[in-house]
């Protein structure tokens, strides 16, 4: 009895001290990336310090140049994605006022209708990819079809969840697939949006003056501002717990009724993820708030930077604990989905930018990109780089139109409910009902911008 307490000990002590040095790696990174002159440079033409320290992060890694970090401390940052995930989706309405959708309608439609095609647009290219292109080369299962958009649109949090349903269909491979497929997503997000911001800026198409947004609800004198007071971080961070705490609740209801539900409709609900009823969650807050005349009790700076923070740990844990070993054992398989869910994705946001699009096409085009390679948070940071003062209106168009795209895609329903579907229908059904969808959201969006103009778009 004694010897297993001891043992129990140890084992809580080890899992402790490689959670510590994962915590003060990633600080240490981070805080290194931002007093580092060249990274702060990079990051102004586009390349985010999270991605900076990530690549270091990698050549350490137990899979790296150097292995100075332990596979048991990579494991720990695995874990990770899903929290910070979280964090992100619970400051994205909260730290925020409620936009009005007056005059914003149509673009909140518009980006609405892009994100539609492009999940199921991921949904369709990949059940084209393993049919005609992996299938006669190499062993596949049918339900690597899902692979893109699980890994592209849902990220690693989605991927951690649906890979729970793939091990359930008998394919075990599909979680380590998935999580690699998220951080290629990731890092095409962060590498090819850096370009694109680049490029940005050098033709003038998108805004380039950084500006630091010291107008907040808090009237403080001295330099540190809102940081300086804990009570005021507390609540802050109170209100945060209280939206997650929402998600995982309704969360674990849904799963407790659903042992009244058939068969299918169980198994669906056994794998939502809760990252879209975080964001009711805070939106439900944020709404009480404004309504009963509260709002300075949450500050929107602070808001921010909590979301920044979790967005930049995000990248970072997902990059430096990439499993190398897994990517190049499945390399071919991972490259050809990669490329083809980028050429997809680069094809149907040019067609909305070009078609769709008229005012900031450029912003709203760069910050679907990234969500749609590289989940929300890459998108939200690319759109910060490229919009600092958010004159394009792209973020509360974004999101408007995230609390229904991401109920439906990223993660959502269709993403859960794929896996599922595939098994029972077949991957050639299930492909062919992803391409009417995707034609008909297409057809849809060209003929609404046709039909209806406005002064602003």
């Known amino acids: 009895m004694n010897i297993s307490i001891l043992h129990n000990q140890n084992f809580f002590s080890n899992s402790l001290l490689i959670s510590l040095i994962g915590f003060l790696t990633i600080g240490f990174f981070l805080i290194f990336g931002r007093r580092f002159k060249l990274a702060v440079q990079l990051e102004r033409f586009g390349l985010p310090i999270a991605v900076i320290s990530g690549l270091l992060g990698i050549t350490i890694g137990p899979y790296g140049l150097f292995n100075v970090l332990s596979k048991e401390t990579t494991n720990v940052w695995s874990n990770f994605p899903t929290p910070l995930l979280s964090l992100v989706f619970a400051t994205l309405m909260m730290g925020r006022p409620i936009p009005s959708i007056n005059g914003l309608i149509r673009p909140i439609v518009n980006q609405f209708l892009l994100a539609l095609s492009l999940g199921f ?19 596949t299962n049918p339900l690597m079809g899902c692979l893109i958009e699980v890994g592209f649109e849902g990220g690693h949090g989605a991927a951690s969840i649906i890979g729970e349903s793939f091990n359930r269909l008998g394919f075990p491979d599909g979680l380590d697939l998935g999580l ?22 050098t033709l003038g198409i998108s805004d380039t003056e950084e500006i630091v947004d010291k107008t907040n609800d808090l009237n403080l004198n001295n330099k540190l501002g809102i940081f300086s007071d804990l009570r005021i971080l507390l609540i802050n961070l109170g209100f945060v717990g209280l939206a997650i705490s929402f998600g995982v609740l309704v ?17 669906v609900i056994l794998s939502l993820p809760v990252f879209p009823v975080i964001l009711i969650g805070s939106l439900l807050i944020r709404y009480i708030l404004e309504k009963t005349n509260n709002t300075e009790l949450i500050s929107n700076l602070l808001q921010r930077e909590i979301g920044i923070l979790s967005t930049d740990l995000l990248i970072f844990t997902a990059m430096a604990s990439l499993d190398i070993a ?6 071919k398989l991972i490259l050809v989905l990669t490329i083809f869910g980028l050429i997809w994705n680069l094809i149907c946001i040019a067609f909305f930018a070009y078609f769709v699009f008229e005012k900031y096409w450029f912003e709203r085009s760069l910050i679907e990109f990234g969500n749609s390679t590289g989940v929300v948070a890459s998108g939200l940071l690319l759109l910060r780089l490229a919009d600092p003062k958010n004159i394009s209106k792209t973020l509360p168009i974004f999101t408007s139109k995230q609390l229904f795209a991401q109920l439906i895609l990223s993660g959502g329903f269709f993403t859960v409910l794929a896996p599922i579907m595939i098994s029972k229908i077949g991957l050639d059904f299930w492909t062919e009902i992803c391409a009417l969808i995707t034609m008909f959201v297409i057809v849809v969006a060209f003929f609404f911008n046709n039909r209806f103009s406005t002064s602003y778009q």
Do not use: C, D, H
């Open 180 to 201: 690699a497929m998220a951080t290629m997503g990731l890092l095409s997000s962060s590498l090819l949006g850096s370009i694109f911001i680049f490029l940005g800026r």
């Open 121 to 139: 647009g991921q949904f369709f290219v990949g059940g084209l990819v393993v049919k005609y292109l992996l299938s006669p080369s190499m062993e």
């Open 251 to 267: 969360i674990k209801i849904l799963r407790y009724i659903s042992n009244y539900f058939g068969e299918l409709s169980k198994e």
């Open 326 to 331: 897994t990517v190049f054992e499945n390399w």
